[in-house]
C-alpha cells in the first residue's frame, strides 16, 4: 500500500502531541507537515513543549511548523489530516480541507452531530463510515470529513456497546472524573486542581448524552437513527494528568445470570477492527480488571497502548424497577478519546473503501 501523506492540525497540543506518538512508524501514514499558530516558522522539536512520555521521533523534530492553510497543504500534496484543532476555529479549516481533496479525521466539536458526518467510535459503530456517501452527495467535497466523539463519549460508548447488544439498555446514569489533561495544554491552573475538584466541566455533559445517543444508534439507508435511551451524566475535573475515570449505573433490560458472565460478554467484545487487525485497534478493546481498588488511572490507562477501556466494580444491583449493572471504567483521554480514536476511525474508513465496502 503506498504511504499517505498526512497532516497534524494543531500538532504542538496536547492531542496533537499524541498524534505524533502514534503515527511514528505507522505501516500506511507518513506525517508530511505539522501546523500550529504562534509556533509557525520554528522545527517542531523546537516549538514543542513534548508532554508524552516517551522521546519525541526524531523525524518530527526537522519538520517546520505550517499554517493550517488547506490551499497550502492541498499544494505539497497532503492526503489526509488529523485535526487536533480548537473547536472555535476548526469547522472553517476542515471543510476548506474537505472541499481542496484532503480527508479530514477530526478531535473538534464541530459538526460531530451533522447528520452527514460520521462519528466514529472504531469498535463501536463502524459502519457508520457509510455516511459518506450521503456527505460526499450532498456537500461535494472531493475530500471527507470523519469525526471521532468527545474523550469520554468515547470511553463510554466502547463500554455500553457489548451491553447493548447482549441485554439491552433501558437508561444509563454517568459520573465522569475526568483528568486535567482534557482541557488542553494550558488548561487548568493549578490553584483550581490541587486539593481539589471541579464538579463541572462545560458542554461536556450535552456532549456525553447526545453523542453516546448518535454513536450507539443504527444506520437506516442513508441516516443514523439515534438510540432511544435515557442517559443522564454529571461530569467533573479531577487532579489527574492523563486518564477519564467514570462510574456508570446502567439499567438492563434483560438480568444477566451472574457478574462472571457480564465480565465474559465485555472481556470477550470484538468488532471489525480487530478481525481486520487494523494498526491502531487494541487486541482487546474491553478489559476487564479483577482487584477490588481498580481500575486507577496511574496503573491503568496504557493499557492496549491506551486504546483499551478498564472496567472494574462490576456488581449487579437488583433493584425495584429491575436490574442494574453498576461499574467504574477508565480510558486514556487523549489517545482512545481523542487521537488514537482519530486515526483508528481513518483506518475504518480506509480498509470500507479497500473492501468496496463504500
Ligand atoms: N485534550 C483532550 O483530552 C481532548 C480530547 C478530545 C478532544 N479534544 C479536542 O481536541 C482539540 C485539541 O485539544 P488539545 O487538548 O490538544 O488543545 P491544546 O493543547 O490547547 O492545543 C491546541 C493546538 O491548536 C493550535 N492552535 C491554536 N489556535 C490555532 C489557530 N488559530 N490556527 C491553527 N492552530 C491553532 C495550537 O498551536 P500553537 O501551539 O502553535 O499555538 C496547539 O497546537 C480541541 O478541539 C479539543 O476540544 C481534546
Known sequence: MDRVRAAVLGGTGLVGQRFIQLLDGHPFIEVT?????????????????????????????EIKVSPSDPELLAREGVEVAFSALPASIAADIEVGLAKRGIDVASNARPMRMDPDVPLLNGEVNHSHVKLVKLQRETRGWKGVILKNPNCSTAILTLYLKPLLDEYGLERVMVTTLQAISGAGLRGLPAMYMVDNLVPYISGEEWKIENE???????????EVEHLDLEITSTATRVPVIDGHTEVVYAKLSRRPEDIGEVARVLGGFRS?????SLPTAPEKPLVVRDGEDRPQPRLDRLEGDGMSVVVGRLSLIDSRDGPWLRSVIL???TIRGAAGAAILAYEVYRAYQDKGLL
Open 272 to 276: 471489525a477492527p480487530q478481525e481486520w
Open 212 to 222: 453516546s445517543r448518535k454513536i450507539l444508534g443504527s444506520l437506516a439507508g442513508d
Open 331 to 333: 480510558g486514556h483521554n
Open 33 to 61: 507537515h505539522i501546523t500550529g499558530r504562534s509556533s509557525v516558522g520554528r522545527l517542531y522539536g523546537e516549538a514543542v513543549d513534548w508532554r508524552v512520555e516517551v522521546s519525541i521521533p526524531e523525524w518530527a523534530r
